[in-house]
C-alpha cells in the first residue's frame, strides 16, 4: 500500500512524495514522459532501468530522465519504499532560465546516459535539502515555495553535471553494450518495418536470444518499447499540429485503426482530443 505524503500538480509542474510499506514490481511499469523528470530516491531496495542501463539506487540519490527517455523501477527486497518525484515540462525549463543551461543535465546527453548522481557528485547536501522538506507546512504558498526549492535543486544539478563534464567521468553503469546498439537502432528506425525478424537478421541474434537480452535490460519487451517510442513521437507530433493520419504512417503504423485504438489505450484520449487539449 502507498501512502501520498505531499502531491502538487499543474500543466507545468507535478510533484510527488510517495511512501510505501510493501513495494510490489508490477505498480512500476516501464513508461515514458513529456517533461524531464528529478527522481530522488529517499529509502527502499530497488534499482532502476533505464534505456538499457542498470542502476543499483543508494538513499539519497537521484535519478534524472528526460522526455521520451524510457525507464523503469525494480523491486529487489520487500523493503518500506520511499521517494521523491518531480516532474518538469519544457515550457518550464525554458521560462525558468531562457538560456536553456539548466536543462542541459536533461538533454544535453544521449538516452540512457548519465542518469544517476549520488551525494558524491555534489558539494554539500544542498540539493537533498532543497527535496526532504516537501511535505512540511509552509507560510507561502505552494506554488512559490516549489519553485524556488527547484530553482535551487537545479542550479546544484547542473553544477555536479559540469563538474562531470569537466572530469571526462565515465559511466557508472553495467550497461549492455548490445542491448544499447538495438535501443539506439530503434530510435533512429522508428518509422521502418521494425519486428523481431528485422532486428535478429541485423544484430546476427535469435529471435529468443534477442527477447530475451532486451527484457533483462530494460524490463520490457521488444515490441511494447517499440510501440511505446512510436507513439510518443506521434503525440509531439499531432500536438505541434500535424495531422494525425500522415503522422500514423510517418512513424510506423500501417494502418490507422491500429494507431488510433492503440493510441487511446496508452493516453486516455484520441489524437484529435489531444491536439485540441494540448
Known sequence: MSNVLFRYQTDDLCAHYVYSDHPREESFPIHTHDMVEIYYFISGSCKYLVEGNEWILKPGDIMLMRPSEA??????DDVPYERITLN??????SE??????LGKPFLERKLGRMN???REHFGSDLYSTCLSALDKPSPISVELEL??????????IYKAYAARIALGEEEETQQNRTVARMISYINRNLAEPL????????FFLSKSQLSRLFRQATGT???EYITTKRLLAARERIRGGENAGTVAAAVGFREYSTFYRTYKARFGVSPKADAENK
Open 96 to 101: 525558468l532560465d531562457p538560456s536553456g543551461l
Open 116 to 118: 544517476q548522481y549520488r
Open 71 to 76: 525507464h523503469m523501477l525494480c523491486v529487489i
Open 147 to 156: 519553485r524556488s526549492r527547484i530553482s535551487l535543486l537545479l542550479c546544484e
Open 221 to 223: 519487451t521488444v515490441w
Open 195 to 202: 519486428s523481431l525478424d528485422v532486428l535478429s537478421r541485423h
Open 88 to 93: 518538469l515540462s519544457l515550457r518550464f525549463l
